[in-house]
Nanobody
């Protein structure tokens, strides 16, 4: 079993930054893909960013490219999402997820384990 716990959400003004963390316990992140997703009120959950098990590959949804950066620290079993130049449309609950897949893949769906989410609110 894997337990994922997100932290780092909060309220920030447009243009500001936040750093989300996703800490894993149980079976580790190592060699497995990790993704960040978000769900805004009244909208479907969407993929935001992902990192491969090797850490060599990343993927971002177009709306966050150049503003968000995903990284991983397998020693600490933690994945980070650095969010800069935040916009009101980034407001959502952010979830991290883990998928057991080959080390060079960054999937956008079919994740195996999910965290409980952390709220990010960006005011205009």
């Amino acid at each position: 079993q894997v337990r994922l716990v997100e932290s780092g959400g909060g309220l920030v003004q447009a243009g500001g930054s936040l750093r989300l963390s996703c800490a894993a316990s149980g079976r580790t992140f190592r060699s497995n893909a990790v993704g960040w997703f978000r769900q805004a009120p009244g909208k479907e959950r969407e993929f935001v960013a992902g990192v491969s098990g090797s850490g060599a590959h990343t993927d971002y949804v177009d709306s966050v490219k150049g503003r968000f950066t995903i990284s991983r620290d397998d020693v600490k079993n933690t994945v980070f999402l650095q969010m800069n130049s935040l916009k009101p449309e980034d407001t959502a609950i952010y979830y991290c997820a883990l998928r057991f897949i080959g080390i060079d893949y960054v999937p956008r769906r079919d994740y195996d384990y999910w965290g409980q989410g952390t709220q990010v609110t960006v005011s205009s």
